[in-house]
């Protein structure tokens, strides 16, 4: 079996005041899965993205990913652990006043690539996600649709070995939501690891050979793989 990329045990976690969300969840990812996070509005598919991606504490459990122990991680620490992982946030979170190529740059100039290798890397992003056209155009006069292809080019486009997306296709028509996955497939088929996270269970069906993990009373529960020929792409 491969290494797991994320390792999930006894995972407690509640907002302030509120009900448990997870209680004594487990669950883990082989490097190099695909995988769908299924789950109702509200079920805390959002809350599990923040909480392996570092942006959320949980009360309880061990959470390992990509090598680092999220309770030990140091807060100083977290920018560099987070260059292994492209995130696409289910609220987008652009600069609305850029424009389409600067924003896609961001994590290239954060992390230090030359303006060559931005250039490089930004135009194969925009064919990727068929923006090339709008590149010049700011953020805020995009449609929702065209929002949310800016927000995928701009978690992929450092070669993140984890990509962790927040309801991707939640704003697109059926063509572009395959568009969106059949990418995601090449990446997995590249070898790096995906999570998407969907409350739509038409999608892993679109995807041969994904994974599945539901979240069902505050527990992680396994149901896939997809089976051969069921894909739709
Ligand atoms: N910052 C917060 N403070 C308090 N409660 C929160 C916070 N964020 C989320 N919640 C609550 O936690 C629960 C899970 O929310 P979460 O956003 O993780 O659900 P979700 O599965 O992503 O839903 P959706 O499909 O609508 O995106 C919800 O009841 C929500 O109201
Ligand atoms: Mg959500």
Known sequence: ????????????????????????????????????????????KTTLIKII???????????LVAGKNLRKLYPSRIHTWRRHIGIVFQDFRLLMDLTVED?????????????????????AVLRLVNLEEKRRVRCRFLSGGERQLVSIG?????????ILADEPTGNLDDEHAKRVLKLFSAFHRRGQTLIVATHDRRLPLWVEGAKVLMIHEKDLVEIGPTKTGESRL
């Open 53 to 63: 991606s570092g942006q959320e504490s949980f009360d309880g459990g061990t959470v």
């Open 1 to 44: 079996m491969k290494d797991p990329i994320i390792f999930v045990e006894h995972l407690y976690k509640r907002y302030s005041g509120g009900e448990w969300i997870f209680e004594n969840a487990s669950f883990s990812v082989s490097s190099g899965d695909f995988l769908f996070l299924l789950g109702s509005s509200g079920s805390g």
């Open 154 to 162: 701009r978690a992929i486009v450092h070669s993140p070995i984890l």
């Open 103 to 123: 924003n896609i740059s961001l994590p290239l100039i954060i992390m230090g690539f030359s303006k060559e290798e931005i250039k490089v890397r930004v135009m």
